[in-house]
């Protein structure tokens, strides 16, 4: 089944913590994205990468890092979480930044008290 | 100002009605104009996709696009309560920008 895989699916911890969000996804999709996704704000884009290495800022990137060293897999870092980092976080794929054809993963929720 | 408006909701109607989401955007250089489906605490599904101007039908759904107004809309015909959902614009340009969303309650 085509799909993009996010874990985990909720997630606490504290302020500080480094932590990792992973995605896969099984499409061989060149393009792949973050979004987090708050109440009144909608979704809006973190990271975007268009292939493997390549990888650049979206509307709101500051405190989290990417890596693209795999085309299936675009891991979310956050280095030093704060609360204002809890929010519902997506990631998702497609064949290009043009595409409409967007895959999304199941989302994680993350909670940083 | 937001580039991409839409109403927050929600919207509540009967089974059976007609139901018209819409959303305004500001920058002329969007392609492709989608709508999208979310259920709760699922990650949001393309409904539909549009890259003109005028209609799109697919089933009891109709996309809509305005270029010259910069205005997008989807219809539901004989809305059920399984259309209960958040339903959210998107636009493409260096990745998807997304409407905040309208939230629809179709009660039976």
Redesign the interface.
């Known amino acids: 089944e085509a799909q993009v895989t996010q874990n985990p699916r909720y997630l606490i911890t504290v302020t500080g913590k480094k932590l990792t969000v992973t995605c896969s996804q099984n499409m061989n999709h060149e393009y792949m994205s973050w979004y987090r996704q708050d109440p009144g704000l909608g979704l809006r884009q973190i990271y975007y990468s268009m292939n493997v290495e390549v990888t650049d800022k979206g509307d709101v990137p500051e405190g989290y890092k990417v890596s693209r060293k795999e085309k299936r897999n675009f891991p979310l870092i956050l280095e030093s979480p704060s609360p204002n980092q809890t929010s519902l976080y997506f990631c998702a794929s497609s064949h290009g930044t043009g595409d409409y054809g967007y895959t999304f993963g199941s989302g994680t929720r993350l909670t940083v008290v | 100002q937001k580039e991409v408006e839409?109403d927050?909701g929600p919207l509540s109607v009967p089974e059976g009605a007609i139901v018209s989401l819409n959303c305004t955007y500001s920058n002329s250089a969007f392609?492709?104009f989608?709508w999208y489906r979310q259920y709760s605490?699922?990650?949001?599904?393309?409904l539909m996709?549009t890259?003109s101007s005028g209609n799109k039908e697919d089933g009891r759904f109709t996309a809509q696009v305005d270029k010259s107004s910069k205005y997008i809309s989807l219809f539901i015909r004989d809305s059920q309560p399984s259309d209960s959902a958040t339903y959210?614009c998107?636009m493409?340009?260096?990745?998807?920008?997304?409407?905040?969303?309208t939230r629809l309650l179709v009660s039976p």
């Open positions: 839409q927050p392609q492709y989608m605490r699922k990650g949001p599904e393309l996709y890259y959210l998107a493409t340009l260096s990745g998807l920008v997304f409407g905040t969303g």
